[in-house]
């Protein structure tokens, strides 16, 4: 029987360059975003339940949830962060993404196991000065990933997490920005690789995870940021 994924958040960040590189591994991808329409196996993104419900319909079941939320990252500095501050980042970036790996593992469960990959960020891992609000909803996601992963593990549902950081998206590093020699130098500065990743590149990762190749692994924060923390 075919393999059925889920991916979220399809059109942004590294989204399109995840579906390419699921279909392109075999199994059937089911698309979702805020942006889409029902169409195919493109579906529209509402709540975490419909969401779930609509794909598993869709596919016949569900084997895996890759769940790739994005949201911009303006500066919060810490005398900024009030609730009203910081509430969009944990709705987007933390409560949504949860929701949905619970409403994923029943479904998961009844096609006998499956694999959860959140894809987060990096960035929180070695700080980031200016960017409380941002990396405080990332960490919760990579700080729930090693419960969830021990928790699911007898049902044979695999969580991990693909954490990218300076991966060239016209969401966080846009190419207008790097056009910028000053602007561009002092970031590549950061990274001992010296250049940015590609989407492609985290995508490879998140099929590894995805895809069942790799299904012994769980637990995990795969950090994709050329030798940065």
């Given at each position: 029987?075919t393999?059925?994924?889920?991916?979220?958040?399809?059109?942004?960040?590294?989204?399109?360059?995840?579906?390419?590189?699921?279909?392109?591994g075999?199994g059937?991808?089911?698309?979702a975003?805020?942006?889409?329409?029902?169409?195919?196996?493109?579906?529209?993104?509402?709540?975490?339940?419909e969401?779930?419900?609509?794909a598993?319909?869709?596919?016949?079941?569900?084997?895996?949830?890759?769940?790739?939320?994005a949201?911009?990252?303006?500066r919060?500095?810490?005398?900024?962060?009030?609730?009203?501050?910081?509430?969009?980042?944990?709705?987007?970036?933390?409560?949504?993404?949860?929701?949905?790996?619970?409403?994923?593992?029943?479904?998961?469960?009844?096609?006998?196991g499956?694999r959860?990959?959140?894809v987060?960020?990096?960035?929180?891992?070695?700080?980031?000065?200016?960017?409380?609000?941002?990396?405080?909803?990332?960490?919760?996601?990579?700080?729930?990933?090693?419960s969830?992963?021990?928790?699911?593990a007898?049902?044979n549902?695999?969580?991990?997490?693909?954490?990218p950081?300076?991966i060239?998206t016209?969401?966080?590093?846009?190419k207008?920005w790097?056009?910028?020699?000053?602007?561009?130098?002092?970031?590549?500065?950061?990274?001992?690789?010296?250049?940015?990743?590609?989407?492609?590149e985290?995508?490879?990762?998140?099929?590894?995870?995805?895809?069942?190749?790799?299904?012994?692994?769980?637990?995990q924060?795969?950090?994709?940021?050329?030798?940065?923390?």
């Amino acid at each position: 029987m075919t393999a059925v994924a889920l991916l979220t958040d399809a059109a942004s960040f590294i989204g399109p360059a995840v579906a390419a590189r699921l279909r392109a591994g075999g199994g059937r991808v089911v698309e979702a975003d805020a942006s889409f329409a029902d169409n195919g196996d493109a579906i529209a993104q509402t709540s975490p339940e419909e969401t779930v419900a609509k794909a598993a319909a869709l596919g016949g079941r569900l084997d895996a949830l890759v769940i790739s939320a994005a949201y911009p990252a303006p500066r919060t500095p810490a005398e900024s962060l009030s609730a009203e501050a910081t509430r969009p980042f944990f709705e987007k970036l933390a409560i949504e993404p949860l929701a949905l790996a619970a409403a994923a593992i029943p479904h998961l469960k009844r096609a006998g196991g499956g694999r959860i990959v959140f894809v987060t960020s990096a960035g929180p891992l070695g700080g980031i000065p200016g960017f409380g609000a941002y990396a405080a909803a990332r960490s919760a996601i990579t700080g729930a990933v090693k419960s969830l992963a021990l928790e699911l593990a007898p049902d044979n549902i695999s969580v991990n997490a693909v954490a990218p950081n300076y991966i060239q998206t016209e969401m966080y590093y846009p190419k207008a920005w790097l056009e910028d020699a000053r602007k561009r130098d002092r970031l590549l500065a950061r990274i001992p690789m010296g250049r940015l990743g590609e989407a492609e590149e985290a995508a490879e990762a998140v099929a590894l995870l995805a895809q069942g190749r790799a299904s012994f692994i769980t637990g995990q924060i795969l950090n994709i940021s050329g030798g940065s923390s």
